[in-house]
């Protein structure tokens, strides 16, 4: 059985804590289209900083313990992060950010596309997967704080439903 100095688990507990908030910053910084759209490159990067970061968390232990301790202290500063934005309006504000708008009745917003690092191919791929076709048929298209963007075309005296079934109930007939 090995020997634990309380010390050296606290210590990774608060290096763990360190990286996963220094991480949050980073991830919020980088924008909404980083979360939605990630390119292999994205992938690479992701591994990447795994790697480097591991040794920041855990230091010079390597065992089993020091590893299992950091996967259950981000876990758990993750369930805090998520309770707390619950709670507190500005922490969920700061932390999801809010959606964009990027084109408004069929006209792009250049301003917004440029802070987003978004271009029109980019729009014009989200209108292609709503079967849209040019953009002077888009209502709106708004930037999710989740990097997805969604279109809503303009009526064209065709309405497309979808029907989607609540869970429990069943479909009417």
Same mark, same amino acid.
């Given at each position: 059985?090995?020997?634990?100095?309380?010390?050296?688990?606290?210590?990774?507990?608060?290096?763990?804590?360190?990286?996963? !908030?220094? +991480? #949050?910053?980073?991830?919020? &910084?980088?924008?909404? @289209?980083?979360?939605?759209?990630?390119?292999?490159? /994205? =992938?690479?990067?992701?591994?990447?900083?795994?790697?480097?970061?591991?040794?920041?968390?855990?230091?010079?232990?390597?065992?089993?313990?020091?590893?299992?301790?950091?996967?259950? !202290?981000? +876990? #758990?500063?993750?369930?805090? &992060?998520?309770?707390? @934005?619950?709670?507190?309006?500005?922490?969920?504000? /700061? =932390?999801?950010?809010?959606?964009?708008?990027?084109?408004?009745?069929?006209?792009?917003?250049?301003?917004?596309?440029?802070?987003?690092?978004?271009?029109?191919?980019?729009?014009?791929?989200?209108?292609?997967?709503?079967?849209?076709?040019?953009?002077?048929?888009?209502?709106?298209?708004?930037?999710?704080? /989740?990097?997805?963007?969604?279109?809503?075309?303009?009526?064209?005296?065709?309405?497309?439903?979808?029907?989607?079934?609540?869970?429990?109930?069943?479909?009417?007939?």
């Amino acid at each position: 059985m090995i020997n634990y100095d309380p010390l050296s688990l606290a210590e990774i507990v608060l290096r763990t804590s360190a990286v996963y !908030v220094a +991480l #949050l910053i980073g991830i919020r &910084v980088a924008g909404k @289209r980083e979360l939605g759209q990630m390119s292999p490159f /994205d =992938l690479v990067v992701v591994l990447i900083i795994a790697n480097a970061v591991q040794n920041a968390m855990v230091g010079a232990d390597t065992s089993l313990t020091g590893g299992l301790l950091a996967a259950f !202290v981000l +876990l #758990l500063v993750n369930w805090i &992060v998520g309770r707390l @934005r619950l709670h507190i309006p500005w922490l969920n504000r /700061d =932390l999801t950010g809010h959606a964009t708008l990027l084109v408004n009745d069929g006209h792009y917003i250049e301003q917004n596309m440029r802070r987003e690092g978004i271009d029109e191919d980019d729009i014009a791929m989200a209108m292609r997967e709503h079967g849209v076709d040019k953009v002077s048929q888009v209502q709106i298209a708004i930037l999710e704080v /989740d990097g997805t963007i969604s279109i809503v075309p303009k009526q064209t005296g065709v309405s497309h439903h979808t029907r989607r079934r609540v869970r429990g109930r069943k479909p009417k007939d």
